[in-house]
């Protein structure tokens, strides 16, 4: 009889810790940005884009700076992945990147980026524009 409830006991302890390790496990989306950059040393971003995530899609925007040498402007259209996030508004938050490109004309562009929140973004796209920089670059992603 003891052995029987201390089994009963182990197979609910099991149970629990497999339904909080299913519930802890991160899930991923898709997000398209289109980015327009410009500057002159310091420079600054601002866009807007879109986040898919379980079926859904929400409404994103985007603004940075860069520091060091910016010049030229830029329109940059990227599609990708967002991996390791539980909620859309993981996401959201301050991305950070030090970077060196030059576009003139059109030209590619993949980068990847994480949040504080743990959030990674794998971007792939086209940059359209003249634009040279080799910078520090901030980009801030909020849910609108």
């Given amino acids: 009889m003891k052995f029987a409830s201390s089994f009963r006991a182990a197979l609910v302890a099991i149970a629990a810790l497999a339904g909080l390790s299913t519930a802890a496990q991160a899930d991923s989306g898709t ?7 410009a500057g002159w040393i310091i420079g600054g971003s601002g866009g807007s884009g879109v986040l898919n995530f379980r079926g859904r899609a929400y409404a994103l925007s985007t603004g940075g700076l860069d520091y060091g040498l910016v010049f030229g ?51 792939s796209g086209t940059q359209v524009g003249l634009m040279a920089n080799a910078d520090l670059s901030g980009l801030a992603i909020t849910m609108r």
């Fill in 73 to 123: 402007g830029s329109k940059t259209v990227l599609r990708g992945r967002v991996s390791n996030i539980n909620r859309p508004s993981d996401v959201a938050g301050v991305y950070g990147a030090a970077g060196a490109g030059l576009a003139v004309g059109a030209g590619a562009r993949a980068i990847v980026l994480t949040n504080q929140k743990g959030a990674v973004l794998e971007l």
């Fill in 31 to 37: 997000v398209v940005l289109t980015i327009y950059k």
